[in-house]
């Protein structure tokens, strides 16, 4: 009997930052450049609803792989409780292109669960990340003439609210069509939800 074809999909760990820090980062970014949207300038927004903390990336998964860290996930318990907007800045990415991030307080509860995840990804059969964990936000991607513009002060510490979360997720990258402005999409392949003392029981 032939067996199906195993479904690959690029995927990552992330946590969903809740409605009020979201209010905040769409109100930021109207400050920033006066819309939300793609502009002609250089600078592609990020949506509402794809702005995330990526926790792990994964790359390439397979469907086997995909069932045992959203098992995991949905199995998850444990507190973490909202963490402090520490300010933005430029990031160069590893593909060479410009990303605009606002860098999260890391307390232990945050720096404890992304270490769960990543024993989580090694348990699944990918290699161990070698780069060190930095807890962001990416709220725009730039052309490299944007990145080269004067740009006033992004978000000072503590011009923020602190950033809850409402959910911890596996994702999956959708890639941008040729004919797209909107950039790459996220679609949510299996959440736990998070309340701000800590995972909700189900």
Not at 26 to 32: A, C, N, P, S, V
Not at 98 to 120: F, G, K, N, T, Y
Request: proline share 5%; net charge neutral.
């Amino acid at each position: 009997m032939t067996q199906p074809h195993a479904i690959l999909q690029r995927c990552f760990i992330g946590l969903e930052p809740d409605d009020e820090i979201l209010d905040a980062l769409i109100d930021l970014q109207h400050r920033i450049h006066g819309t939300g949207k793609h502009s002609e300038s250089g600078i592609r927004w990020i949506a509402r609803s794809d702005l995330h903390v990526t926790l792990r990336f994964l790359g390439v998964t397979t469907d086997v792989q995909r069932v045992q860290i959203a098992d995991a996930l949905l199995a998850a318990s444990e507190n973490l409780p909202a963490v402090d907007v520490n300010g933005g800045t430029y990031w160069r990415s590893t593909h060479g292109s410009h990303v605009l991030v606002l860098l999260l307080a890391m307390p232990p509860s945050l720096r404890d669960l992304a270490s769960r995840m990543e024993a989580l990804a090694v348990a699944a059969g990918f290699l161990a990340e070698r780069r060190p964990f930095r807890a962001h936000i990416t709220l725009a991607k730039l052309s490299s003439r944007a990145a080269r513009s004067p740009w006033p002060d992004i978000a000072p510490a503590g011009a923020l609210p602190a950033c809850g979360f409402r959910a911890l997720t596996l994702f999956s990258s959708q890639p941008a069509t040729a004919d797209s402005h909107s950039g790459t999409h996220y679609r949510r392949l299996a959440s736990k939800e998070i309340s701000k003392d800590g995972y909700r029981s189900d």
